[in-house]
């Protein structure tokens, strides 16, 4: 099954929460391929989720304070859904 655009968003926050990673790192962890990467890095980067730091010649990205309520509203969401892809009920 294909990942929504909510998930990739979160696998990517997911991916440089802590010390941050750079956009190899996150394309890794988040499964993606580099244009996608870029596209969305960007669009997090405009919506505050992500900051953009340099350290020597690398370029580090960083979750912000707004992402990380992001990613803990999303895992309120999916705790209180629990088993919502089990559910036949549609």
């Not at 309520?69 to 919502?84: H, M, V």
């Amino acid at each position: 099954m294909r990942r929504s655009r909510v998930e990739i968003i979160a696998d990517i926050l997911e991916s440089a929460n802590g010390t941050g990673a750079t956009k190899t790192q996150i394309v890794y962890r988040a499964n993606l391929n580099f244009k996608l990467a870029t596209n969305y890095i960007k669009y997090l980067l405009r919506k505050g989720y992500l900051v953009e730091a340099i350290e020597g010649n690398r370029r580090i990205y960083r979750v912000t304070d707004k992402g990380r309520t992001f990613l803990r509203s999303l895992s309120t969401i999916y705790r209180e859904l629990g088993d919502f892809d089990s559910f036949d009920g549609f």
